[in-house]
């Protein structure tokens, strides 16, 4: 009994891998018959993917561009009032230290009010500190999501008559240690990126 269950067994097995095999040739040579190349080195038809080179895209990218500038403008805004704010404190200090070696503070509480005084402004810039530089970390992660959402919503649309299955991101040699350039669509999509882009959509 055990024995035609191992025949039975076999059979199907072989059967299995027949089928098997068959299918695997028909979908091969169906795929071969629909392939053709445009060159002898233009394999895209066959290998329907692509990559950006994300470092020329971003350096020639208008969108990022203003996006970078107004990232850089806060910067500047931020550290510009640091700057003030660190220059009045460190006036009072000074003042407070010409007042306290000169005796000119009436009473010994006057004093300790006005060290008090130059402690708090100095807890509450380096409060002001942390908070804007907080504020640019949010800034930059919100802006960096609204341009790859920016990106993926153009590549969806582009890609409509392209047809990849796949377009990388490269970024140096960081992802794609080796390809051949025509999988390299990034000055195609840098023109078509910025030919979309419009300043006042900012």
Partial sequence: MKNINYVINGVLAVAVIILFVLQFSGKREAGVAKTTFTSEEDSTGFLPVAYVNMDSLLLNYNYYKDLSEIILRKQENS???INQKTSELQKDAQEFE????????????????????????????????NRLSQELVSEEQRMTEQLRDSLVAQLKVYNRDRKYQMIFSNTATDNILLANDVYNITEEILVYLNKNYSPSGK
């Fill in 79 to 81: 550290l510009a009032v």
């Fill in 98 to 129: 010409r007042k306290y070696n000169n005796n000119a503070f009436l009473t010994r509480q006057r004093a300790e009010e006005e060290q008090r005084r130059i402690m708090t402004k100095q807890q509450e810039l380096e409060e002001l500190r």
